[in-house]
């Protein structure tokens, strides 16, 4: 049973910076496709970034680019966003979610797995 929780949503100023966090479970999170996704009230959900951990490679959406980072540390089973510099039109519910297969794709129907989601407000 594959489980993906999150946490390190938050309350932050326009600037500031949080670090999410995506513990999987029951997967191991460094061999496939790991995906970022964000969801503002009343919008659709948007395409974040994600990790293909064991190819080595990252892709983010324009506007998080040089502002936000994805990371895995496989010891932990667990996946990170780092986000810096962050802007109000950053407010949104984040999602991790996850492939069952070593490649990528933005196309949120192609993740099987998702977590519950964490509240970040830039305000």
């Known amino acids: 049973d594959v489980q993906l929780v999150e946490s390190g949503g938050g309350s932050v100023a326009p600037g500031g910076s949080l670090r999410l966090s995506c513990v999987a479970s029951g997967y191991s999170v460094g061999t496939k496709c790991l995906g970022w996704f964000r969801q503002a009230a009343g919008k659709e959900r948007e395409w974040v970034g994600w990790?293909?951990?064991?190819?080595?490679?990252?892709l983010y959406t324009d506007s998080v680019k040089g502002r936000f980072a994805i990371d895995i540390v496989s010891a932990k089973n667990t996946a990170y966003l780092h986000m810096s510099s962050l802007k109000t039109e950053d407010t949104a519910m984040y999602y991790c979610a996850a492939r069952t297969v070593p490649y990528c794709t933005d196309a949120a129907r192609e993740f099987p797995y998702w977590g519950q989601g964490t509240q970040v407000t830039v305000s």
């Open positions: 990790i293909n951990y064991a190819h080595g490679t990252i």
